[in-house]
């Protein structure tokens, strides 16, 4: 399950960029902790799909200034002199590694994505917020519920890859945070929605429906556990190619205030 | 003439009874109403034999004060109780003398330490000693510092070692006759562990004991002949030891070895990491030792408290020793000779199937961190760690505070030694998913581990019951003749167990991590709880 070794052969290149190969294949584990790594030192900058930045898509193995993953490593510690990419005194090398580990999962992973048509973000917004009825569970800045996660920042947390497969397949990665929660009080009462917190002694709810903050003693509970699937239903088939790749371009385009 | 000389002894005998000697230290059985060293006394038991609380009347426990820490550091330390005035950390290093009835403050001695102190884990401190009218406290830049119980003057301050090398020290000191004993932390930093006695009245010091052998002395060869390994393999120590009067021996429980998850460059068994070592209380000679992980790379520091008590073993009296050990084993040791009796999980455990005759754990092959990463439980912080557990004489119980169902993902990597750097050789990750524990949410579930408090009868390593709480814990336990079991967790209550059956009695919310351990005092004809959690140290007592 976790000693899988990612096969990095499928880079994609540009003109004008170095073709840059890994010399190294790199552990799941190592990948896992060059997402944390880039997700605190990168991501502010490149964003989470590595291409916010001119002529550096790093999220595509698109490196105009590196041709090894020594290179890459001294680089993400150094900077770049002259340019907003500062060096990272505190960066260890064996960090930076599992940062270059990271980038070429990236790349090898874009895939899925890079076949969709190219997306409007503007038709996407209509579609979020009327075929699909997105809004019935997700709020953007002020409008829609409180009851699944939060989308306004979604664009600089997420990679298109992840937006896409939680559309078609919402059961694939449900995050911790984001598991739904149903409570059944002793006199038969129900609540689902999202677990805010708990103790040994009680519950702190998001109740879905109306979306008051609740909290229960457990001993007033008949039941209580997290729903194993997510509520959300897939849009494999209710958006076609284009109408994904529109809603795609809205999530990556919401960034936050 | 007579008369003046029975008035002199009566004046002497004043004094002394208000000084802490070395003898009411052994004798603190027979003062409940004190608490004079960090684990109640010499036994390390955290059992106490007042009985003013009992199951029945638990649920009228109410606050009696509290004394909010001008720091945001962990509140890790034990308060000191002496005749009605209570002694503790301020972390990082203020001494803070409050009327124990009350909380009002006497006096406070702020200690800043050297800007290269580096503590691994938090600028902590976990409590004080204290020995006559002196108390001592070991200081995270590594020194040990003598202060006026009276009114906090500094009397001397003694460089312990080198905080820039990655020395530190929070353990709260132990005093047995006219020493004080500390040991020093830094095991992810390549230090070379020690313990070592200072004289009380100068702050000389008067031995030290090397937890790495050096060359030519018994154990040296658990480590590579043809590098340094040695030399900066960490072996730290930061849990106060225990002490048993009749041996004249004092028991330490010793930290991990360095790298803590790279093992390549120290081939052998690496004594005395990971071992208990029983020394001699005036020359600091070994013993005794026992190692409880040979070889470790799950950083399984051996750094809890040792217990000590007599119990009925096989048809006699034995005095033993019992500990939980972070690496998930629960064990009993004769504490004369150091012969293991004992060892059963009191967790998961998939690193070792068991021991061999001699007490030596049989290691599970394949169970070692690797480029890509093994998954072992207990996990990093282990089924237990330095909090304290407690022993009760009355149920003959041991009390774990505990870590369920709880792994990590151990990966290595090649580690050059450099001083004051980290020297951790690899990574253990959580297996539980990013974001599932916060200070303030918790949205784990059960198989994703949780803290409990399990109860073992000693002479089997069974448990006899736990109770569950959602959150781990790091709170250590205090039981009383009476049945009551005191403890806290993460999610931030403090709470009173039935020590018999686990029983929920009464809880209070804290408002924060209890992540020390309590103790009890009484004053005026009234039993008191203390605990620090949070920010804060809360005293309890019975509704009036």
Known sequence: MWPVRVCISLLVFAAGTLPVFAQHEYTQSEIEAGRQQYASNCSRCHGPDGDNVANADIGHGKFSRASSDEELVRLIRNGITGTAMAALPNMTEPNAQTIVAYLRSMASTAAAVAALPTGDARRGKTLFEGKGACTSCHRVGDAGSRAGPDLSQIGTLRRSVELHRSLVEPDAEITPANRFFRVVTKDGATVTGRLLNQDSFTLQVLDAKDEKLKSFNKSALRESAFVANSPMPSYKDKFNTQELSDVLSYLSSLKGQ | ????????????????????????????????????????????????TLSQITPENAKNLELQWLFQARSLEKFEATPLVVDGIMYTVQASNDIVALDAATGRMFWTYS???????????????????????????????????????????????????????????????????????????????????????????????????????????????????????????????????????????????????????????????????CSVVALDADTGKLKWYYQFSPHDEFDYDSTQVPVLADIQWQGSTRKVMMWANRNGFFYVLDRATGEFLLGKPFVEVNWASGFDAKGRPIRVPGMLPNAQGVLILPGNQGGTNWYNPSFSPKTGLFYIPTWANYSSLYTKRPQEYEEGKNFGGGTPRPTIPTGTRTAINNYAKEDEGYGAIRAIDPHTGEMKWQFKMTDFTDAGVLTTASNVLFSGGREGYFYALDARDGKLLWKFPVGGRVISGPMTFSLGGRQYVGISAGNSLFAFALKQ
Not at chain 2, 117 to 144: Q, Y
Not at chain 2, 193 to 217: N, S, V
Not at chain 2, 246 to 258: E, M
Request: hydrophobic share 35%.
């Open chain 2, 1 to 48: 003439m007579m008369r003046r000389a029975l008035l002199l002894i009566l004046i002497g005998a004043g004094l002394l009874e208000a000084q802490v000697s070395f003898d009411r230290i052994i004798r603190s059985g027979q003062e409940p109403q004190n608490w004079l060293t960090h684990s109640g006394n010499y036994n390390s038991q955290r059992y106490s």
């Open chain 2, 111 to 273: 200690y800043t330490p050297a800007p290269e102190a580096r503590p691994c884990c938090g600028r902590v401190n976990r409590g004080l000693a204290i020995l006559g009218d002196t108390l001592f406290m070991a200081t995270i830049d590594a020194r040990l510092i003598a202060v006026d119980a009276k009114n906090g003057r500094p009397l001397w301050n003694t460089a312990v070692a080198k905080p820039e090398a990655g020395y530190a020290m929070t353990v709260a000191p132990l005093v047995i006759k006219d020493k004080v004993i500390i040991g020093t932390a830094g095991g992810e930093f390549g230090i070379r562990g020690f313990i070592a006695a200072y004289d009380a009245k100068t702050g000389k010091e008067a031995w030290r004991f090397y937890t790495i052998p050096g060359p030519g002395e018994p154990g040296h060869e658990t480590w590579p002949a043809n590098n340094d390994a040695w030399q900066h393999g960490g072996a730290s120590v930061w849990v106060t030891g225990s002490y048993d009067p009749d041996l004249n021996l004092t028991y330490w429980g010793i930290g991990n070895p360095g790298p803590d998850y790279n093992g390549d460059d120290r081939t052998g068994d690496n004594l005395y990491a």
